[in-house]
């Protein structure tokens, strides 16, 4: 007998006779009692924010929402959505991300496919993508390196008018995902016309043609120093892909290149856009300075860090 079903048979034992509610059928798992049992593994897995996950996780198995919950405890749930539950919640504490179980992951107001194949898009990349809608205008053509989901091009087309994009990712499999994002998230464009966004499979620069040029250069590259990899949190560590996290041994690998390499597919007053680590913004500003862009600003991130890196290529 699975632990699930040894559990339900003893809150059955427990359950007093003489409760005096005649015909309730006491064996039923409602809304609420089965939120306080997701509640109860997750904390017992230490998965943070417990409470909060094992509601998500209830939503998400029975299609209802946070309001539903709370009004309707007493609601019974199908076996169907009760296993979905129990597959679900042990998954979470095995310290599967929400995102990567759930499927979906917000953005700029906006919802994205993930799964294991991309990086789960973060609020902190909001400010990357805030960033670059100041400067993008009506039919502005933009880069974006190391798209994963696609989640920054796709925001920024979402967001602007008659702007077209590319999205560069190394990863196949990624590049399926964001093709599929792009499906959700832009409107579907008339017959006759190019399509908004294009993906590419591209180690950086490598796959983008030299003629073609950009007004806007973004990436949210791979900028994690190695060493500092195995000292994240399992569900990064162990479920994001690596190859979106690790920026080699100073964490600088991919930002040196991309800074150095940007300017020959931007336009002359083109600007180049970076997400950066914590402790990185010096170092970019000497690399894009060295490298001769104008205006370089290290811009701080929503809890104080220095997260994105800004310049304009000199015309
Ligand atoms: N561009 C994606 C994001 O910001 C993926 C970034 C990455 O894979 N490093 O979420």
């Known amino acids: 007998m699975s632990l699930w079903r040894r559990k339900k048979r003893r809150r059955e034992r427990e359950t007093p006779k003489d409760d005096g509610v005649i015909g309730m059928d006491v064996n039923k798992w409602t809304y609420e009692n089965l939120y306080g049992w997701g509640r109860e593994q997750l904390l017992s897995a230490a998965v943070p924010d417990a409470g909060v996950d094992a509601r998500l996780l209830l939503e998400w198995c029975c299609k209802t929402d946070r309001n539903t919950l709370l009004a309707h405890g007493e609601r019974e749930i199908s076996a169907k959505e009760e296993l979905e539950y129990q597959q679900a919640v042990a998954r979470r504490m095995d310290r599967v991300p929400l995102q990567y179980i759930v499927g979906e992951q917000e953005f700029m107001g906006l919802t994205f496919e993930v799964n294991k194949d991309v990086l789960i898009p973060r609020q902190d990349t909001e400010v990357l993508v805030e960033e670059v809608l100041r400067e993008l205008h009506d039919g502005m053509h933009v880069l974006d390196l ?170």
């Open 146 to 315: 190391c798209t994963g989901s696609g989640c920054i091009l796709l925001s920024l087309l979402h967001y602007s008018n008659d702007c077209t994009g590319v999205g560069a990712d190394i990863s196949p499999e990624a590049l399926q995902t964001a093709r599929r994002n792009a499906g959700r998230i832009l409107q579907k464009s008339a017959e006759e016309k190019e399509p908004q966004a294009v993906f590419r499979m591209s180690d950086l620069f490598l796959g983008i043609p030299a003629e073609e040029k950009f007004d806007i250069i973004v990436s949210n590259p791979p900028y994690i120093r190695t060493d500092v990899i195995d000292t994240l949190m399992p569900e990064v560590k162990d479920y994001e892909p690596l190859s979106a996290l690790d920026g080699r041994e100073d964490g600088l690998f991919f930002l040196q290149k991309i800074v150095s390499q940007a300017g020959e597919w931007l336009y002359g007053g083109g600007m180049l856009y970076l997400e950066i680590g914590y402790d990185q913004g010096e170092a970019v500003r000497r690399l894009m300075e060295a490298e001769g862009y104008d205006q370089v600003e290290i811009l701080k991130d929503y809890a104080g860090n220095d997260r994105v890196a800004k310049g304009v290529k000199r015309i």
